[in-house]
């Protein structure tokens, strides 16, 4: 099993800046691939980014590419995931999620483990 928990979410004005963390804990070693996914009420779960432990291979959505950044902490088994220039249509809860290699990294259904998520609002 693995757990996860994040932190680091919050109210902000658009443009502004958050940084959301993710710590995990248990059997990392059966998670090689990290996500961020978030979720607004009505909507499926969406695929936000993704990085390997090993390596730092990195994937994102189109709609924050150049916006959002992913990184890792491995000494602390922690994953970030920097947002900048925040849009009111980035408001959403935010998950974090742990699987194994593979493909389809977007894919919400290849992953095994999540967080409880953390709140992100942006007001205009």
């Known amino acids: 099993q693995v757990q996860l928990v994040e932190s680091g979410g919050g109210l902000v004005q658009a443009g502004g800046s958050l940084r959301l963390s993710c710590v995990a804990s248990g059997r990392t070693s059966s998670s090689s691939v990290m996500g961020w996914f978030r979720q607004t009420p009505g909507k499926e779960r969406e695929f936000v980014a993704a990085i390997t432990w090993i390596g730092s291979f990195t994937w994102y959505a189109d709609s924050v590419k150049g916006r959002f950044t992913i990184s890792r902490d491995n000494a602390e088994n922690t994953v970030y995931l920097q947002l900048y220039s925040l849009k009111p249509e980035d408001t959403a809860v935010y998950y974090c999620?742990?699987?194994?290699?593979?493909?389809?990294?977007?894919?919400?259904?290849?992953?095994?483990?999540w967080g409880q998520g953390t709140q992100v609002t942006v007001s205009s």
């Open positions: 999620a742990a699987r194994g290699e593979g493909m389809n990294l977007d894919d919400t259904r290849t992953y095994h483990y």
